[in-house]
């Protein structure tokens, strides 16, 4: 079971990687400047980078056809696969350990906001500096806050505003704008969202693309409620010079908090005020249809060449799929024949429990020599993550593809791994 959640980990980092890593490319040469799109953009790529571990279930796998041939069998022994046992349960730890880290960190820091919601001191809202869109949210709360840098808002169900103390020096109609655009947070319910996502990053502590996709999407949710004030407020230039009002606070902090109520990129919104204003509509539609296009196909790409190891009963795309007849040996099909061979790894727990025998395979050979599809034919362990070894190890084989006609071809194999314990 370790070594099947270890590779499955490193298989969805590696799709992770490569879709943040594209998408950041591709925004960049073709920036989406329009807040509505950007942000619906980065939305959806959030979404899909959370479900590409279940779209590793959309890469249904073939039943076996007909009889099979052994063609090969690998023992793998605890004397020599213990350490390997050893450090893949250590590598599930440190991720574990990771993770529970950086949540206890966010709880830690949920608790902190509670407590500068506790010290807030309410303000009653004047009308020309903001009580209209105040009163707009039932049970909204406003408070003057020495903890906080810039407004922030908290809360859903008893949703509070943070301002703070500089607020009081802004003239009303800097300080209605910014009153305005923490309502319209509320309205939106934006601040479940920053805890679900900055939930998700810690669980994935360890990979920078998850922050990537974080605070582009955060960005652009910002940007989109900037768009909001101005087209109401119909100023953006004096919108943009109450926003480096809060400029000089946005420096990085090692609070427990600072991950939900830090300053949001307002260097980025103040620049994306002038840049949105100077483009033209056939300009925003172009470059945002280029860049979904683009990343799109190669998410689609990544999750079909880098599948997940799965759950043991079948694993990595089927050769059927890939649009590759699949043969069985004999008549006039030859068999092909093993150039690399892989041990499978005897897993910690299996060692402990003495679990030995054999998993019996069956195997699709694609006709360039690598594996397809690999299926659980005859059982020795699920509990202890063995079945799945011996599925990792499979998929690493290669072969000299079998022939017919003296044109390779994808076959079906069964293949035996053998797990024996030695004193």
């Not at 869109?133 to 806050?145: E, K």
């Not at 041990?343 to 694609?366: F, M, P, R």
């Amino acid at each position: 079971m370790t070594a099947a959640l270890v590779a499955n980990a490193a298989a969805y980092s590696l799709q992770l990687g490569v879709v943040a890593a594209v998408a950041a490319g591709v925004t960049w040469a073709y920036p989406i400047r329009n807040p509505q799109r950007a942000h619906r953009f980065w939305q959806w790529l959030l979404v899909v980078a959370m479900a590409l571990p279940l779209m590793a279930l959309w890469q249904p796998g073939p039943t076996p056809d007909g009889p099979a041939m052994v063609i090969a069998s690998a023992s793998s022994s605890g004397e020599t696969d213990g350490f390997v046992a050893q450090g893949l349960t250590l590598a599930a730890q440190v991720l574990a350990a990771g993770a529970v880290a950086r949540l206890a960190w966010l709880i830690v820091g949920m608790a902190a906001v509670r407590r500068y919601v506790r010290r807030a001191v309410p303000v009653e809202v004047a009308p020309a500096r903001g009580a209209a869109a105040t009163a707009s949210v039932p049970g909204l709360t406003v408070g003057l806050s020495a903890d906080v840098r810039s407004p922030v808002t908290v809360g859903v169900v008893r949703p509070v505003v943070l301002l703070p103390v500089s607020w009081t020096d802004l003239d009303d109609e800097s300080a209605r704008a910014i009153l305005l655009h923490e309502t319209l947070h509320v309205q939106r319910r934006d601040w479940l969202r920053v805890c679900a996502e900055e939930a998700w990053c810690a669980v994935l502590w360890f990979h920078p693309g998850a922050r990537l996709l974080v605070a582009r999407l955060d960005t652009a949710r910002e940007m989109l409620v900037d768009q909001h004030v101005v087209a109401a407020l119909g100023d953006w230039r004096a919108y943009a010079r109450t926003l480096m009002a809060f400029s000089d606070t946005a420096g990085p902090s090692p609070h427990p908090a600072a991950s939900l109520i830090r300053p949001r990129h307002l260097q980025q919104r103040i620049q994306a005020l002038s840049q949105e204003a100077n483009m033209t509509r056939p300009e925003r539609r172009w470059t945002a249809g280029v860049a979904i296009a683009i990343v799109a196909a190669v998410t689609a790409g990544t999750v079909w060449a880098m599948p997940m190891p799965g759950g043991g009963a079948s694993a990595g795309p089927s050769a059927e799929t890939a649009q590759d007849q699949v043969f069985d040996i004999g008549n006039g099909v030859t068999s092909p024949r093993v150039t690399r061979e892989v041990k499978a790894d005897y897993t910690k727990a299996a060692l402990d429990a003495k679990v030995h025998g054999e998993v019996w395979l069956s195997v699709v050979v694609k006709k360039d020599g690598t594996v397809g599809d690999v299926q659980v034919r005859q059982s020795l362990d699920t509990e202890f993550g063995l079945d799945d070894a011996a599925v990792a190890a499979m998929r690493q084989w290669t072969f000299e593809p079998a022939r017919r006609d003296g044109e390779p071809v994808a076959v079906r194999v069964t293949v035996e791994m053998r797990f024996t314990l030695r004193d």
